[in-house]
């Protein structure tokens, strides 16, 4: 009797040692993404090195991530990535994201330069990602986050000053009066149209902003974007008379036109070739004008 007993804890006991451990669902997710990060990595070295020399071109990207320790220092990482023709910058820092680092990040949404969230400082001047060629710059691309602007993480700036000066001039239309019938519009001349249709082209992107020395210096300058939307809206014949004279007032503060020194950074830099020097000089104009007093 004792002997079977002695053989059932024997049996038990080797069934307990060839018994498999159970694997806890976070250790298989780890476990799967681990491997998936090694397939990854193995397609990328793959990849790599199938790459021809005169195929590709070489970004240098600026990176800085302040939540992630070992990333809080600026740096620069290269990538190289295949071009064809027709390729933008956007089209290549999505290729460095999809392919070698997935952390990359920048803005980027329409693709079609209407949405101005890829403005970007590449090889020394502000232009949009989705717009411009890599064919017409100089390898190694330089691409880093806008100038005079906090970075949030890679290539991602704090754009909260740039929206709050654009809202300190008002940028919306208000008129004296408005038509009886509620379904007439407000109607314009096609030369009056033509005299604001440049401004209206603003798609927010803060190029001008950052290429501005006197914004760099200045935190309460309004900046060209802002004036420019001023702009806009005093300079079309709709608008109601103590309204114009109430955004001349703000735009003539010491911190308003009178603070641009004519570089035309702003207006070299512009994607929509918005003349934003000539509309700040206009303003300036117009604001001696509305102070002149005759009697």
């Known amino acids: ?71 809080q220092e600026p740096r620069f990482d290269d990538f190289r990535v295949p071009f064809h023709k027709g390729m933008t910058v956007l089209d290549a820092l999505i290729y460095a994201r999809d392919h070698y680092d997935s952390s990359l990040t920048f803005r980027h949404s329409c693709r079609q330069a209407v949405c101005g969230s890829d403005a970007l400082f590449v090889n020394g001047k ?6 411009t060629q890599m064919s017409e710059l100089d390898d190694p691309v330089r691409i880093e986050p806008l100038p005079h602007q906090e970075v949030v993480k890679d290539l991602v700036v704090d754009m909260e000053h740039f929206y709050d000066q654009m ?4 940028p919306y239309f208000d008129a004296d009066e408005t038509p009886d019938d509620k379904l007439e519009e407000q109607r314009q001349t096609r030369e009056n149209r033509e005299k604001v249709k440049m401004s209206t082209r603003c798609i ?28 806009r809206f005093a300079m079309d014949e709709r608008e109601g008379e103590n309204r114009k004279q109430e955004r001349l007032r703000i735009i003539e503060q010491e911190h308003g036109v009178w603070r641009c020194q004519t570089q035309f950074s702003c207006t070299e830099v512009c994607p929509k070739d918005i003349p934003l020097t000539e509309h700040i000089q206009e303003l300036k104009r117009e604001a001696v004008k509305n102070n002149l007093k005759f009697w």
């Open 126 to 131: 502000q232009r949009l990602g989705c717009k």
């Open 167 to 170: 809202e300190a001039v008002e």
């Open 1 to 71: 009797m004792s002997t079977q007993i002695e053989q059932q804890e024997t049996e038990t006991e080797a069934d307990e040692e060839t018994e498999p451990e159970v694997e806890s669902p976070g250790e298989r997710r780890r476990a799967q993404r681990d491997e998936r990060q090694a397939i990854e990595e193995a397609q990328r070295e793959t990849e790599e090195a199938s790459l021809d020399d005169e195929n590709t071109i070489t970004l240098k990207v600026f990176r800085y991530d302040p939540e992630v320790e070992g990333k």
């Open 204 to 231: 927010w992107c803060g190029a001008c902003m950052s290429s501005c020395n006197i914004a760099a210096g200045d935190n309460e300058y309004l900046g060209p974007a802002a004036i420019n939307k001023a702009y």
